[in-house]
Structure formats: structure tokens, C-alpha cells
């Protein structure tokens, strides 16, 4: 069992973002057996989920004339266009079946605000709203972070970097994760992430 300070926040790990889902990730339900093993290790596991609802404004469908994987300027900057996925109460939204789901301690939901996309784990593509992911953490006196899931260089990186910001110490365990490399965006998350002090095991 790992120590009490250490937590595991597996990232999104839901039918959309594996195969044959609306966004898949490839091989993105690879990781799943050895994310169940994962949680069986730490006494803090916190599992997040896209939960968007239909009209939501990073929906390449909700923009005329716009193709999915194109980018548009919001209010808070840049925002890519993503096909239709994990809209609330859908199969797609669900967790796969075959994560451990009732292994997690709290679940996280997050881009259920239709006006503003949200990646990371704490906080919203705005980064000034917060998800309350850090003050459950600091409650529970945890200083380490363990993140796992999916996409490598989108939604664990954004939390990735999130968290090490706010001071916690943040590995990711990139085995247990799947990327979308959308022109190149993984190595360029990745130099990110080691540049923040973020630990790539």
C-alpha cells in the first residue's frame, strides 16, 4: 500500500475515449487492467469524467461550418473542436466497464459547464475555476500525485501541470496512459511536463 500522502487520479477513463468510441484513443482500453491494479495500492484514488452536456461550445457540431480537430479563439484563448463525446447520461460518458469504478473515493465531473471546455482535473480551460479537486487533496493531507489515464498530452497533462502549480508533487505513470498526438501535441506536453517538474516514469 502506498503512503497516505500519495494519491492516484485516474483521468477520464470512459467509453468515448476508448475504441470504437465517439473520440477514441487509441489502444486507449489497454491501460485498463493495470489501472484496477493501481488503485488496489493507494488509499486515496480519485477518478474524473468528461461530462458535457449537448450543446457544449468545444462541440465542433455547435459551430457552423467548423470540422472537428479545428481551433477557434474563446474568451479564455484557444479551443479545439472535438467530434460530439461523453454528453451526460450517455454510454459514452459511462466509465468503461471494465474500470474499477467502485474502487474510487471521489469522482470528479467536469466540462458540465456548456460555455467552457475543461481538460484538467482542477481547473477549468479558464484556469481560475476551480473543480475543488486541490482542497480535497490538501484536507486529506496529500502532497503526491500519481496520474494515469487518458489523453497523455490533453486532459493528464493539463491536470499534470495544474497540479504541479499548485504545489503538489505529480508523477505520470505514462505506461498507464494513451495519447492523442494531434499534431505533435505529445512531445510538445511532454517537454512541458518535465519542464514544470512533473516526474515521467
Known amino acids: 500500500m502506498r503512503p497516505s500522502h500519495h494519491a492516484l487520479i485516474v483521468i477520464d477513463v470512459q467509453n468515448d475515449f476508448c475504441p470504437g468510441g465517439a473520440l477514441a484513443v487509441a489502444q486507449g482500453d489497454a491501460i485498463i487492467a493495470q489501472i484496477n491494479a493501481l ?64 474502487l474510487a473515493h471521489l469522482v470528479i465531473r467536469k466540462g458540465f459547464r456548456a460555455a467552457i471546455d475543461s481538460y484538467s482535473a482542477l481547473f477549468e480551460n479558464d484556469k481560475i475555476t476551480t473543480t475543488g479537486l486541490a482542497g480535497f487533496l490538501r484536507e486529506r493531507g496529500i502532497t503526491a500525485l500519481t496520474l494515469v489515464g487518458l489523453a497523455t498530452d490533453f486532459c493528464v497533462a493539463f491536470s499534470a501541470l495544474d497540479a504541479a502549480a499548485q504545489g503538489f508533487g505529480v ?4 505506461e498507464a496512459c ?3 498526438d494531434l499534431d505533435g501535441s505529445l512531445a510538445r506536453q511532454q517537454q ?8 515521467l516514469a
Open 39 to 102: 488503485m488496489a495500492e493507494f488509499q486515496t484514488v480519485v477518478l474524473t469524467q468528461d461530462w458535457h452536456p449537448a450543446n457544449h461550445s468545444s462541440f465542433a457540431v455547435n459551430h457552423a461550418g467548423a470540422a472537428p480537430f479545428s481551433t477557434v479563439q474563446m474568451p479564455y484563448g484557444a479551443q479545439t473542436l472535438w467530434p460530439s463525446h461523453c454528453v451526460q447520461g450517455t454510454k459514452g460518458a459511462a466509465f468503461h466497464p471494465a474500470l474499477r469504478s467502485d
Open 178 to 180: 494513451r495519447a492523442i
Open 171 to 174: 508523477t505520470v505513470l505514462q
Open 192 to 199: 512541458a511536463m518535465a519542464a514544470a517538474g512533473v516526474v
